[in-house]
């Protein structure tokens, strides 16, 4: 078996090759879902009312919620999985960015790869 040569040419292509099938996946998935809702509901979808405000149904709010609907193939938690998939897209990236600085045995970038991460983390734990 070959050994990985991490150099900045591969760790960039495959940084970017991340981030370019991980928006692709997203953007399918979210395509997947409408079409789900599209057929569940077709032209029987209410009309918004645009004067108030109305967030999320509380089942498509965390994580448990999201991964009921899933299970029962609701097109709104498709939909949000897809969302989910694209904000994990540059988690992704960085993550993998460490494992990179990592093999280039460069202390530095993956100090700060690792700040970086450790905040996109926080920031996002926050939420919940």
Do not use: C
């Amino acid at each position: 078996m070959k050994a990985k040569k991490w150099t900045d040419e591969y760790i960039e292509n495959a940084v970017a090759n991340i981030l370019h099938y991980g928006v692709l996946l997203a953007g399918l998935v979210v395509v997947v879902g409408l079409g789900v809702v599209l057929l569940k509901h077709g032209v029987n979808m209410p009309t918004p009312n645009y004067g108030s405000f109305k967030g999320e149904a509380k089942s498509l709010t965390s994580i448990t919620g999201i991964a009921k609907g899933l299970w029962q193939f609701r097109g709104k938690a498709i939909v949000e999985l897809g969302i989910i998939t694209l904000v994990a897209t540059p988690i992704a990236r960085v993550a993998y960015s460490i494992v990179g600085y990592i093999g280039q045995k460069d202390r530095v970038y993956t100090a700060i790869s690792s700040i970086v991460l450790a905040v996109l983390l926080v920031s996002i734990l926050r939420a919940f």
